[in-house]
Nanobody
C-alpha cells in the first residue's frame, strides 16, 4: 500500500488542522493505521492509532481531548483532526499502515508498522 499524507501547514496556537492520509494499492480496510510525529533530533512518537474497523482508537496523553483520529474505508483515507494546537505540536507528521487479520486491534509501536507516508509538516506559531 502507498500512503500520501497531506494537510500540514502553518497555524497559530489554538487553531486547528486536519491531516489526511490517502492510501492506494491493496485493500485499505485490511490495515490498522497510525499517526506518528517527529521533531529534529528525536525519534518518531505515536500520536494516535485506529483499528481496521475504526472501533478502537488510541491517543498519546499529550493529545488526548484535542486530536481525533478517524478513517473512511470507502475513501481509503485516515484523518487526524487536530484542535487547540500548541507550539509543542510542531513536528513532521507521518501516517503508517499495518496489515492485520483482526478488525479490532490497533498498534502503538513504530516498528510494527509496515508502510509509511512521506510526512507532512505542521508548524504551530505563538
Amino acid at each position: 500500500v502507498q500512503l500520501q499524507a497531506s494537510g500540514g501547514g502553518l497555524v497559530q496556537a489554538g487553531g486547528s488542522l486536519r491531516l489526511s492520509c490517502a492510501a492506494s494499492g491493496r485493500t485499505f480496510s485490511m490495515y490498522a493505521m497510525g499517526w506518528f510525529r517527529q521533531t529534529p533530533g528525536n525519534k518518531r512518537d505515536i500520536v494516535a492509532a485506529i483499528s481496521r474497523s475504526g472501533g478502537a482508537t488510541y491517543y498519546a496523553d499529550s493529545v488526548k481531548g484535542r486530536f481525533t483520529i478517524s478513517r473512511d474505508n470507502a475513501k481509503n483515507t485516515v484523518y487526524l483532526q487536530m484542535n487547540s494546537l500548541k507550539n509543542e505540536d510542531t513536528a513532521v507528521y507521518y501516517c503508517a499502515a499495518k496489515a492485520d487479520y483482526s478488525e479490532s486491534v490497533l498498534f502503538t509501536f513504530e516498528y510494527l508498522y509496515h508502510y509509511w507516508g512521506q510526512g507532512t509538516l505542521v508548524t504551530v506559531s505563538s
